[in-house]
């Protein structure tokens, strides 16, 4: 089984722009898809990153977080492979070339853990989708030669749909962890309450001096420095 | 094993009043509530409603959805008690009083399903915990005789904490379906998007007029009548 982790590098998290800085959002990204390979890697699986641009493998370690860097999962088995193209088009490229199953996971699946993700890689349908809060889809297996991606919109919809089209069977994994996807500052709250301090993602974001505030029986974002 | 579903009869799903009236809560709380409860029966449990207020049953099926009432469930094995004590008291009385593992499922869980639910049910921890977006908690499983609940605020975390205060040992259980309480209007786009027609709290938003608009990428919540 092939595991294909698309990146968006030159543009990362956009939808934090309102919390978080360009270097920070970009620090961030960097720690989700450290956090994402590595919890593959566990699985054991080798995923292959498409990242929209080259990722420079640092040698040492994140200088927030002191955790190693994405170079360092390369020597663990990460390929990684630059392809501007839309995240549909890179994927689909992929889909059509493989001889066998495809994972699609995306990067910024902050909460994924091993065994999360293994509830998706043995299932045994055609089409198994993880669908992401809003209607997305944050992680998916195909096994069907035919299926194809389409990310645009309301993409976990479409996806059943081309299923259905193709005659494949479905299964949908119904799991947290896998439909968290971290776009909003909301979604940073999540990654407070349910974050490994063990992981990169999680410490990147309270070295930013990020933390839980409950007033009122609600639970926000709070940063105190 | 005891299941308790607190349900809030007087003040229903305030944060939902920019786009429901308040009948229209009424009408979906209730629904809610009839799901989550033919979900608890399908697991072969018989759960418990513990109202605010008092539930009229009606004998008549719902005039928006011409789903059986509440009051035909009761026939199936629900018990409604009335405890106008706020949820953490009325549910600690239950917990003090209770011989064995007590089951807490909240009524706005519109996504639960049998198989989601038997997740948690079939867990062996002394606390089984399914969290709820924002650090809720929206189902739970108390083996151990001493564990207490507190709803107040970032309630995963609080009840992670009084786990380990008892030294019970704790479970998170996995669940896209568990998580997704539906308090604002966004959630109403995961009802949308995952909910099952054969249920009452879809066929009520849609017969309300509620469906999906898909622009620009994102998934919203449209009102067409």
Redesign the interface.
Known sequence: MQVVVPFAAESPKTRLESVLSFSEREALARAMLGDVLEAILETGHEPTVVSTARLSPESESDPVTGHADIGTLVDRGVTIEVDDRPLTDAVNTRLTAANGPVAVVMADLALATP??LT?LFATTADVAIA?G????TNALLASHPEFRVDY???S??DHCRIAGEIDASLE?V??????TDVDEP?DL??LL??GSERQRALSTLLAFGFD?E?TA???DLRRVK
């Open positions: 065994d999360a509830k669908p809060l809003g209607g997305g645009h919109g309301a976990y919809l949908t119904d799991s947290f962890r896998l439909a909301t709250v999540e309450v349910h839980l409950t029986g609600r639970t």
